[in-house]
């Protein structure tokens, strides 16, 4: 769809007219064309809503930079195309700037600072990360898509992207035949079905280097051809007669048709997980990239996991770990434990817990959570970190957040943080602490209820 105003030949009457076409699209994702008076195309972006973000360019009250304001001064007219969803304008989007290459748009192509999506095609498992460094020797003869213009929106779709195509994005190491991999446990995307755990030999490579392969072609085409592709390779697979293939192609093409639904449902702070009585009730988003920046963490957050104890005049000592992943309640990595060593010692509590529940990711055989939370104070960070020293790997980032001041303690820093009540990171700290805490009161009840009526306690690792 593309809209003039340069048939009116006052300038104010020219935004006029742009700024009433504007106000006429469609509250639709889609990428968005503005072309100068001779139909150059000058400038190229994306938006969440057509409507409202080509409107902002011709509002009378707008405040621009400098740079925007001299841009829209020589629009005299754009185009808009209508996508599926935002993951689609952000691709359209950086093919478009590629292709075209609007002049307002170069320093995305000069500069090197923006973000790149890089797939390693030389690996036996490829993986998929978002850089701003393609160039980098660990990414040599990979294959790099972009540069895009938002950071956060990419690794959206990337996140997005991988429930349907389960491409890894960890940085292990990992090599076809390798015997290690059979004694690996896979992390928690494979739970949720966001990975294929090559890692844990889960898949075969050939398996796994075709899902890359239609991962590359739907980021390089529009979403309809690569159905039409699908489904086409699906009706030959069923002719040969190769049903478990077929079901794989109808699979990933319904998930594909439902990446809209999923989108939606994300933007809504609506999802598919559990409900929990402790659950974060801001943006998830937002929280984990609050907290990632607080604690000077150079790879986003994606999986934490919060330790806590429980017991009553030191009977019946309990501890809890509960998970979140993209700062939502993973109820299948829930698991609580009867406290062996000691009945009245909180600190001899969490290095039982922290050894039993992370030795195989201190032998090497797991990958660690993004972030482990304490429930506690410095003490009780101290003592997690002396079970740590005991292990041959040790985990990227560990804190503690006492209620009493709210304060998060870090591994290594001599001073807490403090920040403000609002501040999503620690909200959704306190969510992840408070669902700790609630989940090891719960174990502790039980054991309680239990030793009264006489009955004999369950195990003691249970889910929850």
């Known amino acids: 769809m593309e809209v003039n105003g340069h048939t009116d030949p006052d300038s104010d009457g020219c935004r006029q007219r742009l700024a009433e076409a504007a106000r006429a699209l469609v509250r639709k994702p889609g990428v968005y064309l503005m072309k100068d008076g001779e139909g150059r195309v000058i400038y190229i972006g994306k938006a969440a809503v057509l409507r409202n973000r080509v409107s902002s360019y011709f509002q009378p009250s707008a405040r621009l930079e400098p740079k925007t304001r001299q841009m829209v001064d020589l629009v005299e007219s754009f185009e808009v195309i209508e996508c599926e969803g935002e993951w689609e304008a952000l691709l359209m989007e950086s093919r478009l700037i590629k292709d075209v290459r609007p002049r307002f748009n170069v320093r995305l192509l000069d500069d090197k600072t923006f973000p790149y999506l890089v797939v390693t095609m030389r690996d036996d498992y490829p993986g998929v990360y978002v850089t701003r460094t393609p160039g980098d020797e660990r990414f040599k003869g990979a294959r790099v898509l972009g540069p895009f213009t938002s950071a956060s929106s990419l690794r959206n779709a990337v996140q997005l992207l991988q429930r349907v195509f389960r491409f890894r994005t960890c940085e292990l190491t990992i090599r076809e035949g390798d015997p290690r991999n059979r004694h690996f446990r896979p992390c928690l995307l494979h739970a949720i079905g966001q990975c294929s755990a090559p890692c844990a030999d889960r898949v075969a490579r050939q398996d796994y280097r075709v899902d890359i392969d239609r991962f590359l072609r739907f980021v390089t085409s529009k979403r309809t051809s690569m159905l039409r592709e699908l489904e086409q390779e699906m009706l030959a697979a069923s002719e040969s007669r190769d049903y478990e293939k077929a079901a794989v192609l109808r699979d990933q093409m319904k998930a594909i048709e439902r990446l809209d639904d999923r989108e939606k449902r994300s933007l809504d702070g609506e999802s598919d997980w559990q409900p929990e009585v402790t659950i974060f009730s801001g943006d998830p988003s937002k929280g984990l990239r609050s907290l990632q920046k607080t604690l000077g963490m150079a790879e986003p957050i994606r999986c934490i996991e919060g330790i806590d104890i429980a017991h009553l ?131 502790h009840h039980i054991l309680r209820r239990k030793s009264v009526l006489g009955d004999a306690p369950s195990g003691d690792t249970e889910n929850a």
């Open 313 to 443: 005049a030191g009977n019946e000592t309990v501890g809890s770990k509960v998970c979140f992943i993209d700062g939502r309640p993973f109820k299948d990595a829930y698991r609580r434990y009867r406290i062996r060593s000691v009945d009245n010692d909180d600190y001899m509590a969490i290095r039982e817990v922290v050894s039993r529940r992370y030795r195989e990711a201190g032998a090497g055989n797991e990958l660690y959570p993004d972030v482990i939370l304490i429930d506690g104070g410095l003490g009780q960070l101290h003592a997690a970190l002396e079970a740590f020293e005991q292990l041959a790997v040790r985990p990227p980032m560990v804190v503690s957040l006492a209620k009493k001041h709210e304060l998060i303690h870090v591994q290594e820093r001599t001073e807490p943080i403090r920040l403000g009540r609002e501040n999503l990171g620690l909200k959704l700290c306190q969510s992840i602490r408070d669902e700790a805490h609630r989940f090891a009161q719960h174990y």
